[in-house]
Structures are given as structure tokens and as C-alpha cells.
T-cell receptor, first 112, second 115 residues
Framework: KQEVTQIPAALSVPEGENLVLNCSFTDSAIYNLQWFRQDPGKGLTSLLLIQSSQREQTSGRLNASLDKSSGRSTLYIAASQPGDSATYLCALLNSGRRALTFGSGTRLQVQP | SAVISQKPSRDICQRGTSLTIQCQVDSQVTMMFWYRQQPGQSLTLIATANQGSEATYESGFVIDKFPISRPNLTFSTLTVSNMSPEDSSIYLC????????????FGPGTRLTVL
């Protein structure tokens, strides 16, 4: 059974800092990995999707990497802004399964 | 991408009653799912909503408690039956859109509080 862990659980940084969020998983037989953002009391917004054959994806100030052999993914946020404050979730789609397995999330607060 | 709407957006219900949540998508979708997010927790899959047949439930979730319908490709309902305070959660519908490279999109969620 796939298990997904996100570290740290919470993070507070000053505005402008670059930061890295970590996601680790136990089963490397994945089809893809998605990073989501969730604002308090809201639904999920898809940020980046990395296919299993890819190593990284970039969108604006966000860069996500995937290392299947080590069971790790990172989400890099450059020049953080207060508007980046949210919970960030990584979720995996395992081969042969159609629903996502989610990590517990990292709650990010960017201080102005 | 897809625009997903859920009704109601939130509700406060009494113990022992039932609530039906609707999920409507503006695109053709291949898969529809229902997730639960308990307070302070991450998302847990309840079931996969199958068009025209019974939903496929995950371990720990049963049809009597969470009946699901999916009468067509773009609409599904989840009912939370005989509610207790432990059912207080956000319930989210998600879809996999045709031609989206397996990207999953989520609705805004339904925040349920059971008194």
C-alpha cells in the first residue's frame, strides 16, 4: 500500500525567501505525481503534474522534481510571497489505480 | 481543464439525518471520485463513482453509509446517511478529464458540520 509523507508539516518564512517542500513515497510504481495547493476551507488547485518518465516540471516561480528511484519529490518555490500562504499537498497516481493517494500536507505561511 | 461545481457549499445538519451532495462538471470526464477531508487531515478516497453501475468503495467505507449515484458522464451525487458528529468533514468531488493526461481536478468542496 502506497504511503506518502510530507515534511515539514508546517513552515513559516519571511517574504522573498526561496523554499523547498518535500514529499516521499514508499511505492515507486507510480504513474504520475501532482502538487496541489489548498487555501483554508477551500478545494484543491492543481499546481504541477509530473509524469513518471519526467524529472521535473516548472510553472512560474514553482519547480517540482521527481526521483522515483529514491521515492522523493520536491516542490521549490522561488521568491516567496504572502499570497503563497496555503497548504501544499502532494498526491500520487499509482500504476493500475485511478485515484490519488495524498500526503498529509505542508502548511506554509509567508510573513510580509 | 474542467469547471466543477458542488452543491451545497456548506451545511449544518442534525445527528441522524442525511445529506446529498451534488457534483456537476462542464466537460466530459473519464473518472469521478469522492474524497473526504476530516478536520486537520489530508484527503481520503471514499469511492469511485461509476457511470450506470454501483460505485467502487475503499476499505472502511460502505454503500449503506455513503450511497453514490452517477447517472451520466458529468454528474454524480454522494449521500452521507444517518449522520453523526464524526462525519463532520469537507467532501470533495474530483474528476479526470478526457485528454488531460491523467490530471485530476477538484471541486470546491462541501463543508459539512453535524451537531
Amino acid at each position: 500500500k502506497q504511503e506518502v509523507t510530507q515534511i515539514p508539516a508546517a513552515l513559516s518564512v519571511p517574504e522573498g525567501e526561496n523554499l523547498v517542500l518535500n514529499c516521499s513515497f514508499t511505492d515507486s510504481a507510480i504513474y504520475n505525481l501532482q502538487w496541489f495547493r489548498q487555501d483554508p476551507g477551500k478545494g484543491l488547485t492543481s499546481l504541477l503534474l509530473i509524469q513518471s518518465s519526467q524529472r521535473e516540471q516548472t510553472s512560474g516561480r514553482l519547480n517540482a522534481s521527481l526521483d522515483k528511484s529514491s521515492g522523493r519529490s520536491t516542490l521549490y518555490i522561488a521568491a516567496s510571497q504572502p499570497g503563497d500562504s496555503a497548504t501544499y499537498l502532494c498526491a500520487l497516481l499509482n500504476s493500475g489505480r485511478r485515484a490519488l493517494t495524498f500526503g498529509s500536507g505542508t502548511r506554509l505561511q509567508v510573513q510580509p | 481543464s474542467a469547471v466543477i461545481s458542488q452543491k451545497p457549499s456548506r451545511d449544518i445538519c442534525q445527528r441522524g439525518t442525511s445529506l446529498t451532495i451534488q457534483c456537476q462538471v462542464d466537460s466530459q470526464v473519464t473518472m469521478m471520485f469522492w474524497y473526504r477531508q476530516q478536520p486537520g487531515q489530508s484527503l481520503t478516497l471514499i469511492a469511485t463513482a461509476n457511470q450506470g453501475s454501483e460505485a467502487t468503495y475503499e476499505s472502511g467505507f460502505v454503500i449503506d453509509k455513503f450511497p453514490i449515484s452517477r447517472p451520466n458522464l458529468t454528474f454524480s451525487t454522494l449521500t452521507v446517511s444517518n449522520m453523526s458528529p464524526e462525519d463532520s468533514s469537507i467532501y470533495l468531488c474530483s474528476v479526470e478529464v478526457v485528454g488531460s493526461s491523467d490530471t485530476q481536478y477538484f471541486g470546491p468542496g462541501t463543508r459539512l458540520t453535524v451537531l
